[in-house]
């Protein structure tokens, strides 16, 4: 079982007890520690910048509005992840998004705009993998990360799509499938030149 | 076997990215408090005004209501004296008044009425919110309605004066658009909410 690094970010009870309370400070340390990692999964999960933005603004809103209700059966972050990764999915699901991206479940065509999601600290290895996901579709993208990297069951990533686990388990074979495809003549290229 | 040792090493290299990325929120506490507070002012207004327009459609839809139980009223007093009514209209009829009145005012008001008709029966039949008061305005004057139909009917296949029909009929008409009145403020009242 693979555990996010978001779920793993240590936020102590009493923070928590003190943001409930509406203290500023409280509430600021709990953003300074769990923002970060948040608007890391957004990105990964919706590459639009401006798109992932909003997204972030309204989990974060969501967070402290809903904060009385986190009883604490979990840790913050992972609450905080089902949160984010709920509203990045209904983002994906939205008619609107569809329509601009000419988005369709079934279909295994790359998405007409690519985004590398690099910074200057990226290995030549892993920048090869982002190279490899920005040539997925949105939805494939989405069930590679979440089944691989945020350790989500087939169950559950069919459940926040509103589809069969079947469609999970379909999306996540294409898109290996596909960076197979990608990353192989890449892997050839390295074997040889070794 | 291949294509799982292949999944293992994307998986890892992924599971490696998001370990080794250096994650910054896009942007600080205080911008998102900025953010936070520019869109509870956009929602502001709309928060603030919709109480307001509901207040403004529901007295509304009582002041309608409320004519419609008057004309209701003074319909029912009619009909209560219909010979009185027949009087009425027979001594128009004879005084020419009726002869005098353009026969192009009679075509609008039937063609208004039709009209007015045929946005009621576009109207949906389940209302979000029913309001008991309005509501039993509109059954009442359907049912009224419904029993002016059956007179003209009678009327008609008794073989009664052109006058006296043409009276049901303007009676029909003011029901007709009493109930159009009261229907519009319902649904200005749902729309509110």
Known sequence: MVVSRLADIPISNELIERARGGEEAAQAA??????????????????????????FQDTMMVLFQRLAEFRGEAPLGA??????????????????????????????????TTVFLVTPATPAETLDVERAMATLTPVGRAVVWLFEVE????????????????????????????????????????CTTI | MHDDLDEKLIARRLRARADGSQDHAPYGWAEFKRRRDARAVAAWPTGRIRPALFAIAAAAAVLVAGIA???????????????????????GADAGHNSNRPAAADR?????????????????????VVRVGAHAAVTRLQDQIAALD???????????????????????????????????????ASAAL
Not at chain 1, 42 to 47: C, D, E, G, K, P
Not at chain 1, 81 to 110: E, F
Not at chain 1, 160 to 184: E, I, Y
Not at chain 2, 69 to 91: G, N
């Open chain 1, 30 to 55: 709990i953003y300074g520690s769990l923002g970060p990692a948040v608007f890391a999964l957004i990105r990964r999960l919706v590459a639009n910048r401006a798109v992932a933005e909003d997204l």
């Open chain 1, 79 to 112: 609450w905080l992840r089902q949160i984010a990764v709920t509203r990045c999915l209904m983002y994906l699901r939205s008619p609107w998004h569809r329509a601009r991206l000419h988005w369709d479940m079934d279909d295994d065509a790359p998405p007409s």
């Open chain 1, 151 to 190: 350790g989500y069951s087939h169950e559950e990533i069919a459940s926040l799509f509103g589809r069969s686990v079947s469609f999970s388990k379909s999306q996540l074979a294409r898109a290996l499938a596909r960076l197979r495809q990608t990353l192989a003549p890449q892997e050839e290229e390295a």
């Open chain 2, 69 to 91: 139980i008057a004309t209701l009223s003074h319909y029912r007093a009619s009909m209560l004296a219909p010979s009185r009514t027949v009087a009425k209209v027979d001594a």
């Open chain 2, 108 to 128: 609008l008001a039937r063609q208004r009425t039709r009209a007015l008709e045929g946005w009621l029966a576009d109207l949906p039949h389940n209302p979000t």
């Open chain 2, 150 to 188: 059956d007179l003209m009917s009678a009327e008609r296949a008794a073989g009664s004066q052109p006058a006296r029909l043409d009276a049901l009929e303007h009676q029909r008409a003011q029901l007709v658009s009493s109930l159009a009145q009261v229907q519009y403020a319902e649904m200005l």
